[in-house]
């Protein structure tokens, strides 16, 4: 159980700081408390969500915090578990991972931080990048289509999947909320800002 909570590391405008704030509110609302809570992430800028909040918490590997989660769940149902990664862990690396927790129906919360790029790593292109959209390792502009996360989950069998953008704090509070009190896995794609490499 993490007491001791570090220094919070993000640039300015960062909407990680919204979706944590969210999250807090979210667990506070529903009268969670932090010996009940787990916090998953994978690896990434908003993998550090998982060591800034009260309570337990993993930071995993990019791309295996699914899994992670899942383990945690089966092996105690009690538990609020809340698993968190960005668009390159969760449609990149780990998409597998997220159909199968689809499939699976267990129910725990899966939220993805989308700010459309590789940003731990400073910015490359990831499977939501825009069309055409110049990043690191696109410089001629990105050649491959985005995935729609939404409708690839919910073809995967995910009865409770939703997109709301960080900035609408009070959609994405509630959305957690329902995630969380929903019965089965619950994914929600989050429209997140970039200021320092999302620039489209
Ligand atoms: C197995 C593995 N592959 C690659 C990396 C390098 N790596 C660390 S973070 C990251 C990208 C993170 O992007 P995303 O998941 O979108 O999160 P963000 O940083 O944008 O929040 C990569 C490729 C790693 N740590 N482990
Ligand atoms: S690089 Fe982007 S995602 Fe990472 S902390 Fe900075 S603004 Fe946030």
């Not at 969500?49 to 992670?68: D, V």
Request: proline letters at 6%; glycine letters at 10%; hydrophobic letters at 35%.
């Amino acid at each position: 159980m993490r007491t001791n909570l570090n220094k919070i590391q993000r640039c300015p405008g960062c909407g990680n700081f919204l979706i944590h704030l969210a999250l807090k509110q979210a667990l506070a609302e529903l009268k969670i408390p932090t010996h009940k809570t787990v916090i998953v992430t994978g690896i990434g800028c908003n993998s550090k969500m998982s060591q800034y909040m009260e309570g337990y918490g993993a930071e995993t590997l990019h791309g295996r915090g699914i899994p992670f989660a899942t383990g945690v769940k089966l092996a105690n149902p009690d538990l609020t578990v809340i698993s968190v990664s960005g668009d390159g862990d969760s449609y990149g690396i780990g998409l597998g991972h997220l159909l199968h927790a689809a499939r699976r129906n267990l129910p725990f919360v899966h939220i993805t931080c989308d700010n459309e790029n590789y940003a731990l790593t400073t910015g490359q292109a990831s499977a939501t990048t825009p069309l055409g959209v110049k990043t690191k390792s696109t410089p001629e502009g990105n050649p491959v289509p985005p995935l729609h996360p939404v409708h690839l989950v919910e073809t995967a069998g995910c009865s409770f999947v939703k997109s709301v953008i960080d900035k609408d704090m009070k959609t994405l509070k509630e959305t957690i909320v329902q995630a969380i009190q929903h019965s089965g896995f619950a994914h929600i794609n989050v429209q997140q800002a970039c200021p320092s490499w999302k620039r489209w």
